[in-house]
């Protein structure tokens, strides 16, 4: 079976989750959670330190302080020297913290209320044990100067559960912030980890489970995405089969000025196989052929719309917002196709509300694909707002359009109509650029013409989407200057790749 090629999709929990996960598992967990925690950091920062040195441990007033206790006591016993920072009052944390300050203590240690100036060569780690799902607040005051003291060390800057200064749940910096070089969290993952600023202040990701089956103790909200989702779509074609039974996808967008749009949706699903790939152009005497893709059909917009089965629409890329386009969006919404709107038919959507019931109302789930202005305007909202709270946001779209929704960005957040979410944690900035997107929306027909549901295409096509940014910005060791039309070769490859395993990953033949 494929799926057992592809690591599960992994839960993830907000801070409320994560209290009642914790709620369950720590009465009479042995040893303490805390113990875990601080157990599985301090392996961490021994790898990071490869070697004798120099660490600082920065204990905040809580829970989080606790696990920083824990992780010096064991650093110290490993030999290293180990300085602990802790303003609060010893008297005042909470009963496993204090546990954990007092075996700090009896250990030999001892805290300081200010940060220690490094020592001769400087520190070889600095761990931030500050603040984690507690913060309420932005750090001000003393904090706030020992998290920009901590940030300036030269050295591994390790995050014990989440930097300090980030919302757990929104990813927001709510001011200074830890910038991590390492982040291990514990027990499962939280939303802020891997959206909006979480992956920037993190650096290298590590989840330690610490021996608590989350899941099995609480419910999940989220996911992360991986192949395991979509699994059972990835088997290798039969060989009695031809370009009908991978169907039709149409490409709708491309008024003058914009065409480039279109053409690059349109090259990306003939990459991920649909059957035949149909351009429809709003201005259909611009381009009558694209000659370095000569596979692709051009068609007028309102011909390709009338045109009898085709499986899977994606309208919007280069639509712009004139009467034809309204025409064309309002049409393409009553078709019993598969339907992805992007780009400017979402802006279309959100000035209409005939539209936005029209969506609702039909009867196959239509998938839109709007970054963080296209849904504030879907909204009625600011920008701002949907980026405070990414995954409310495209709940709300998903739940009021009925709609499967991909928030897109650092950590693209996927919402189902009825309230469940992912996070994707592939793809990089240098994919933010003028085009990227209408390849999304190409991925997305190619695999709803082949015959995937809303949500399996959707959740594939954003994975794979960021991955083959990845790919290419590995291979060619870009940081920038990534160009939209370089992803659908890399995402054709990587999609071949889950479906036909390369001799590495083929079961192995049991030795006699
Ligand atoms: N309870 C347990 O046994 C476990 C707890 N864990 C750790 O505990 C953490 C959560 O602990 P807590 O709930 O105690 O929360 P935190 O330790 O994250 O912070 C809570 C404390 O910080 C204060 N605070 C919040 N925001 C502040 C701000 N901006 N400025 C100044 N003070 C502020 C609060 O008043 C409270 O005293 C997790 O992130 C994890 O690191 C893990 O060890 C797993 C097991
Ligand atoms: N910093 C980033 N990290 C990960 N993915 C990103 C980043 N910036 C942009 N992307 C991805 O690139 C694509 C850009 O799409 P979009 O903003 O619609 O651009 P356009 O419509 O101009 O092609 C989205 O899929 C988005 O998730
Ligand atoms: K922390």
Redesign the pocket.
Known sequence: MPSARFAPARPIYPVAG??AV?ARA?PG?VP???E???AAAAALALRLLDGPGSVLVAC????????GF?VARHLKAAGLRVVVAFA?EPA?L?A??SAAHAAWLEHGGSTSAELPPPPPGGWNLVVD?????????????R?AGWIATLNAQPCPRLA???P??LD?DSGRR??PCFAASHTVS??ALKPGLLTLDGPDQCGELHLQE?DVDAEALAPAPGHEITPALFAGRLAPRARNSHKGSYGDAALIGGAPGMVGAAILAGRAAANLGAGRVLVGLLDPATLPVDILRPELMFRSAPELLAEAGIAAFAVGPGLGQSDAAWTLVHAAIALPAQLVLDADALNLVARDPGLQAALAHRSRPAVLTPHPAEAARLLGSTTADVQADRIAAACRMAGQLKAWVVLKGCGSIVANPDGHWWINSSGNPAMATAGIGDVLSGILAALLARGWDAGEALLAAVHLHGLAGDRVCAAQGLDSGLLADELAPAARACFNAWVVPSPADAPQRPTE
């Open positions: 994560i209290r914790e720590l967990a303490p959670l805390m875990r925690a601080g905040g007033p809580g829970n989080n302080g606790g696990d824990v609060g005042k909470p496993d913290a044990a500050l603040f984690g799902i507690g913060l309420q607040r932005p750090l001000e005051g904090y014990l559960d989440i300090s200064g757990a709510l001011g514990f027990i610490i």
